[in-house]
């Protein structure tokens, strides 16, 4: 018997439940400067539901950089906000909905 999701009452395998909440987020990327004038790249707006920890590990990787993950933001060391719109699309988001002021 296959697993349900409680959420849509469909079988996991044909459940939509986690697209069609990733399309609702609104994700924000802006740089700012923290201690020391150093600049860290500043990402809002993803779900709890979203696999933070995966998406931060792959920016990290693809960006040579530290980051950490904290009241709902992820947190990358260094300018990343022109090249992180291409790694989020590559990771399954919508360009639509991310915003890079």
Do not use: N, W
């Amino acid at each position: 018997m296959a697993e349900i999701c409680p959420k849509c009452g469909l079988p996991k395998d044909l459940c939509t439940c986690e697209t069609l909440d990733r399309e609702k987020q609104k994700i924000t990327v802006t740089e700012e400067e923290k201690r020391f004038r150093k600049v860290m790249t500043v990402i809002r707006g993803l779900d709890k539901s979203e696999d933070t920890k995966r998406v931060l590990k792959e920016l990290k990787t693809r960006l040579a950089c530290g980051g950490t993950y904290k009241d709902g933001e992820i947190e990358l060391q260094g300018r990343h906000s022109k090249k992180i719109s291409k790694i989020l699309v590559s990771l399954g988001f919508s360009s639509d909905q991310i915003e890079v002021p």
